[in-house]
C-alpha cells in the first residue's frame, strides 16, 4: 500500500466518550447540542459494522433517511450503493454515516426541501462523527462532500483542489476527499454527468486498497 502524502495542519476531531457503537447510539439518540433536533423526525445514526475497514461520511441525512432513520437510503444513496460497486468497494464492509445527524430542511408545501447544515451545526455534531470513528478505527475515512471533508478536517481544507487526494490527518485515519453523490443527481447535461460519474468512482477506487480481501 502506497503512503498517503502528510497532511499539514493540526486539526483535532473531539469525540464524545463510549466504548461501542451501541452504546454511542444510544447516548446521541437524545441529542439536543444544537437546535436540528426540534424539526427532523428522529436521530439518523451511523450504520454498520465495528470493524469496518472503511467509513463514509456525507453531509446529513435526506427526507428520506430522516424518515426510515438510516443513512444514506434516499436517491443519493441508491447512486452510491452502484459506484461503490462499480469502483469495485463492497458497502456491507464499510460503516456509511453523516457530518451531521438530523435533517435540516425548509417545508414548501407537503416537500420537505434540504437546507445546507451551519458551522456551528456541523462542529457540534462533529463531537458523534469523532467518536464513530475513534470507535470503528478505520483504515481509510472517505469524505462524500465539503461538509463532511469540513467536519473532519477544518475550514483551511477545500474539497476542490484536494478532491481525489487520500489526506493523513495527525490524529485519526487517512481520508479521501471526493464529492457527494447528490452532486452527480442535479447535473442536466448526459455528456457532463457521465464524465462526473465516472470521475467519482474513479476517486472511490482509490479506497481498493484499504479494504482487505
Request: contains cysteine; aromatic residues 6%.
Amino acid at each position: 500500500m502506497n503512503a498517503a502524502p502528510k497532511f499539514g495542519p493540526a486539526f483535532t476531531l473531539e469525540s464524545a466518550d463510549a466504548a461501542s457503537l451501541d452504546q454511542l447510539r444510544h447516548q446521541a439518540m437524545g441529542c439536543t447540542r444544537c437546535e436540528l433536533y426540534k424539526n427532523a423526525t428522529q436521530m439518523v445514526f451511523g450504520e454498520g459494522s465495528q470493524k469496518a475497514e472503511i467509513v463514509l461520511v456525507g453531509e446529513q441525512p435526506g427526507d428520506k433517511e430522516d424518515t426510515a432513520g438510516r443513512p444514506f437510503v434516499g436517491p443519493a444513496g441508491r447512486l452510491l450503493d452502484i459506484c461503490l460497486k462499480e469502483a469495485g468497494l463492497d458497502r456491507s464492509r464499510c460503516y456509511v454515516t453523516n457530518a451531521v445527524k438530523h435533517f435540516k430542511f425548509e417545508p414548501r408545501g407537503k416537500r420537505r426541501l434540504h437546507s445546507k447544515p451551519n458551522a456551528g451545526e456541523i462542529q457540534r455534531c462533529s463531537w458523534w462523527l469523532g467518536a464513530e470513528v475513534k470507535i470503528v478505527r478505520p483504515k481509510l475515512v472517505i469524505a462524500l462532500g465539503a461538509t463532511a471533508l469540513y467536519s473532519l478536517l477544518g475550514t483551511k481544507v477545500k474539497l476542490t483542489s484536494e478532491r481525489g487526494r487520500i489526506l493523513t490527518p495527525a490524529d485519526h485515519p487517512p481520508v479521501l476527499v471526493t464529492i457527494h453523490p447528490s452532486f452527480l443527481l442535479r447535473i442536466r447535461d448526459l455528456g457532463d454527468g457521465e464524465q462526473q460519474r465516472a470521475h467519482f468512482v474513479a476517486d472511490l477506487h482509490r479506497a481498493v486498497q484499504y479494504q482487505g480481501n
